[in-house]
């Protein structure tokens, strides 16, 4: 592929999975266009194998996908896969197909499969990463440092930087577990003489912030309430430490690539994919449990 190739990034709106496949886009030199798809019914109830015709019965909100087909098509998740193989036929077999994730479908549809170890995906086109594709850069990381860092300026040191995600099909975060949490990094906070620089996700329950919220004001602290820019670059950039929840595959691997001690507080629930992924980090060297 040579440099400034056309890319059609397939957005579904799942910014997780948007920042896997933009990520690597732009770090592959290619001219990125993000393309959304909504997934109409049936269909979208359906594996990717059944559906039909995908190009032709898009869901409303659906950008058109028409010629000049792009030289790159890259989708993360299920949402687009059929899309994504419609796409490349479509062009004759001229654009490249990358898939982010276990496809669970015939990798002969594709060019390139990247997924994960925990996905356990296996053959002659499939690339293995250990975490999360994702799209922090040093680059990114030195801007919103410079964003940020007046901000941070008064709060003592080490700042402990924390990385909240939300309830998923695997874990539950509620108001029980925001207040176990915020107990644990009160006293992390008062043992160090720190800080505490805390961000939550779309995902996270307004009752759970607000308990972390109330509880963290016992120390320095700093909790994003959704109004302005999101500090989440910065925190990852200026924190001594960074505390992420085990929910998100995608901030423990953002996390781990700033090169900074990374704690992962567990969450009750998890399943034998997210078991493997932390398990795996922490034989490596890359996170330790955190115990306040």
Same mark, same amino acid.
Request: aromatic share 8%.
């Given at each position: 592929m040579g440099s400034r190739q056309t890319?059609?990034?397939?957005? $579904? =709106?799942?910014? =997780? !999975?948007? $920042?896997?496949?933009?990520?690597l886009a732009h770090a592959l030199g290619l001219d990125v266009v993000k393309k959304t798809m909504v997934a109409s019914a049936p269909w979208k109830y359906l594996p990717p194998q059944l559906w039909l015709a995908p190009l032709r019965f898009l869901g409303a909100g659906s950008d058109a996908f028409v010629p000049p087909w792009p030289d790159v098509v890259i989708g993360t998740g299920r949402l687009n896969i059929a899309l994504s193989i419609a796409i490349k036929r479509a062009s004759g077999g001229r654009c490249f197909n990358i898939r982010i994730q276990n496809p669970h479908v015939a990798q002969r549809h594709f060019d390139v499969i990247v997924a994960p170890l925990h996905d356990q995906c296996k053959g002659a086109n499939v690339i293995e990463t250990l975490g999360a594709v994702n799209s922090v850069t040093t680059a990114r990381l030195n801007a919103a440092a410079t964003q940020f860092s @007046?901000?941070?300026a008064q709060l003592p040191r080490p700042l402990?930087?924390? *990385?909240?995600?939300?309830? $998923?099909?695997?874990?539950? /975060?509620?108001?029980?577990? @925001?207040?176990?949490?915020?107990?644990? *990094?009160?006293?992390?906070?008062?043992? +160090?003489? =720190?800080?505490?620089? /805390?961000?939550? +996700?779309?995902?996270? @329950?307004?009752?759970?912030?607000?308990? *972390?919220?109330?509880? /963290? @004001?016992?120390?320095? +602290? !700093?909790?994003w309430d959704g109004n302005g820019d999101n500090p989440y670059m910065a925190y990852l950039a200026l924190a001594d430490y960074l505390v992420v929840t085990a929910d998100s595959v995608n901030m423990a691997s953002e996390a781990c690539f700033t090169g900074k001690p990374v704690f992962v507080e567990g969450l009750t629930g998890g399943s034998s994919k997210f078991e493997q992924f932390h398990r795996t980090l922490q034989q490596r060297g890359y996170t330790r449990s955190f115990t306040g």
């Amino acid at each position: 592929m040579g440099s400034r190739q056309t890319c059609w990034v397939l957005s $579904n =709106g799942i910014i =997780g !999975m948007d $920042n896997q496949s933009l990520g690597l886009a732009h770090a592959l030199g290619l001219d990125v266009v993000k393309k959304t798809m909504v997934a109409s019914a049936p269909w979208k109830y359906l594996p990717p194998q059944l559906w039909l015709a995908p190009l032709r019965f898009l869901g409303a909100g659906s950008d058109a996908f028409v010629p000049p087909w792009p030289d790159v098509v890259i989708g993360t998740g299920r949402l687009n896969i059929a899309l994504s193989i419609a796409i490349k036929r479509a062009s004759g077999g001229r654009c490249f197909n990358i898939r982010i994730q276990n496809p669970h479908v015939a990798q002969r549809h594709f060019d390139v499969i990247v997924a994960p170890l925990h996905d356990q995906c296996k053959g002659a086109n499939v690339i293995e990463t250990l975490g999360a594709v994702n799209s922090v850069t040093t680059a990114r990381l030195n801007a919103a440092a410079t964003q940020f860092s @007046a901000r941070l300026a008064q709060l003592p040191r080490p700042l402990i930087g924390v *990385l909240i995600g939300g309830t $998923n099909r695997s874990y539950t /975060l509620d108001a029980v577990f @925001a207040a176990r949490l915020a107990d644990k *990094l009160i006293a992390a906070a008062r043992s +160090s003489g =720190g800080s505490v620089v /805390l961000t939550p +996700s779309r995902r996270t @329950a307004p009752e759970a912030l607000t308990v *972390l919220k109330q509880r /963290l @004001a016992a120390v320095p +602290s !700093m909790v994003w309430d959704g109004n302005g820019d999101n500090p989440y670059m910065a925190y990852l950039a200026l924190a001594d430490y960074l505390v992420v929840t085990a929910d998100s595959v995608n901030m423990a691997s953002e996390a781990c690539f700033t090169g900074k001690p990374v704690f992962v507080e567990g969450l009750t629930g998890g399943s034998s994919k997210f078991e493997q992924f932390h398990r795996t980090l922490q034989q490596r060297g890359y996170t330790r449990s955190f115990t306040g």
